[in-house]
């Protein structure tokens, strides 16, 4: 009998080895913000194939089921309605878009599903806290409030806002006017502006009437790098400040030759910062597959290190609720210079920003 049941192991331990966690992702892979996409997405795989070469979790392998909304909430929530009710994931990870979290917010909370490291910095996921999100960047209004604070510092007040008509777009709005508050100072332009197909024919004008000194410009890849470009067309030199939702070299590379001196929040340290050791080790890994790190690769990076210290923490037998406390677990983990901390009360986990210029190379300068 003793024989038969080693034999009966032995006979099952390449299954055991092949077995899966399955992780859900939506995310605009076509679309006007495809370029960042891939980005955070081939960051994240850094690590998650780097973590699989050695064994995966607790024995078993991650899988990333990616499915592509196309930057349309509606999509986006039809994908996850998939994902979480047909493909059985443990967690969801590294969406993209603020309405389009908020598309699939009712079902998380419905199947008791972790959503890890959603790539947008809403305050609405923030506060107040929401049990089944997990935040791994700080939020928009911070960029928003720095980017205000950082022009007026530099003596800059004639400043338009350009905001996409939508959640992201508002949430941005209202830091940069706790920006304004602090600075004393009132923008002399608020545009609002449609998320899919904005019309500059009716944002540059009130920029250029106002004789504008920097436009503060909340939107997303291709709507800001159009508008840009439509910006210099009409013989402005405006500062252009945009959030860190683009800082991606997919957004540098649509701007071309415009893109030279446009200010980018960012909410982590510069990719060539090697004092701090998870910079260095996406560095290595980046090479070893000849890839370029971004600062969105960066993002995806540290996001799939979360995910793995969470599905780590669940055990050998994880579950969606198991993951979910394992997640609200974590204190003081170290990344790699930065130290992340999530409980029942703080779901944000790390509160960086700083600023990055793009150079006449089109790399990001600190």
Request: aromatic letters at 6%.
């Amino acid at each position: 009998m003793k024989k038969f049941v080693v034999a009966a192991v032995a006979a099952l331990a390449p299954l055991w080895a092949c077995s899966q966690i399955v992780i859900g992702q939506t995310a605009g892979f076509s679309g006007p913000v495809a370029a960042g996409v891939k980005e955070t997405t081939d960051g994240a795989r850094l690590w998650i194939d780097s973590v699989n070469a050695k064994g995966g979790v607790n024995g078993q392998k991650i899988e990333l089921v990616s499915l592509d909304d196309k930057f349309e909430p509606p999509l986006a929530a039809a994908n996850a309605k998939v994902l979480i009710e047909e493909k059985n994931v443990l967690a969801m990870f590294l969406n993209r878009g603020t309405p389009h979290t908020e598309a699939i917010l009712p079902l998380l909370e419905a199947h008791g599903v972790a959503l890890v490291a959603p790539s947008t910095g809403a305050m609405l996921l923030h506060q107040p806290v929401k049990k089944t999100i997990f935040n791994v960047r700080s939020t928009y209004q911070r960029e928003a409030e720095k980017a205000v604070s950082h022009l007026h510092t530099l003596g800059i007040s004639r400043i338009v806002v350009v905001h996409a008509d939508d959640s992201f777009g508002l949430d941005g709005l209202e830091g940069a006017n706790k920006g304004f508050a602090k600075a004393g100072i009132q923008p002399v332009a608020v545009i609002k502006a449609d998320r899919g197909k904005p019309d500059y024919s009716k944002i540059i004008p009130p920029i250029t009437s106002k004789d504008a000194q920097a436009v503060l410009w909340i939107a997303s890849g291709n709507a800001v790098a159009d508008g840009v470009k439509a910006l210099r067309a009409a013989k402005s030199a405006a500062q252009v400040v945009t959030l860190s939702n683009n800082a991606s070299a997919g957004f540098v590379k649509s701007l071309g030759s415009a893109g030279h001196g446009v200010i980018v929040t960012q909410v982590f340290p510069s990719v060539r910062s090697y004092a701090y050791g998870f910079v260095k080790d996406a560095a290595a890994l980046a090479k070893e597959k000849n890839l370029e790190l971004s600062p969105q690769m960066l993002e995806g990076f540290v996001a799939a290190k979360v995910l793995v210290e969470g599905l780590r923490r669940a055990g050998p037998n994880p579950t969606r609720a198991k993951v979910v406390a394992a997640l609200e677990s974590i204190r003081k983990f170290d990344l790699g210079g930065l130290e992340l901390n999530f409980g029942p009360e703080d779901h944000t986990g790390l509160d960086f920003a700083d600023l990055s210029i793009i150079g006449a190379d089109g790399k990001f300068k600190r």
